[in-house]
Nanobody
């Protein structure tokens, strides 16, 4: 079964850093864009960051601008999210999303990020 697999979550103190990565298992896809979303307990899933696969254009949620950086390794078909200066409000399950074009997309199962105060 083809799926996106996230890794790199964990527990960190306020002000710390974590890096997440995401790649597809099972086959290689051609992506239009890849993105990270997150969902905190009791809240809806929200957009975090997106990167256009060709060209590398990026966009971020206002809440993470200047602290998070999305990047991709074209050869490895992997997307990364570097998270710096983490805050307790960043605590959530982080999901990887791949836009394959049209309505076609993939989601990962998520990785937990917990920021302690």
């Amino acid at each position: 079964q083809v799926q996106l697999v996230e890794s790199g979550g964990g527990l960190v103190q306020t002000g710390g850093s974590l890096g997440l990565s995401c790649s597809a298992s099972g086959r290689t896809f051609v992506y239009l864009a890849m993105a990270w979303f997150r969902q905190a307990p009791g809240k809806e899933r929200e957009f975090v960051a997106r990167i256009r696969w060709r060209g590398g254009d990026t966009s971020y949620a206002d809440s993470v601008k200047g602290r998070f950086t999305i990047s991709r390794d074209y050869a490895k078909n992997t997307v990364y999210l570097q998270m710096n200066n983490l805050e307790p409000e960043d605590t959530a399950v982080y999901y990887c999303n791949a836009n394959l074009g049209g309505a076609a997309e993939l989601w990962g199962k998520g990785t937990q990020v917990t920021v302690s105060s």
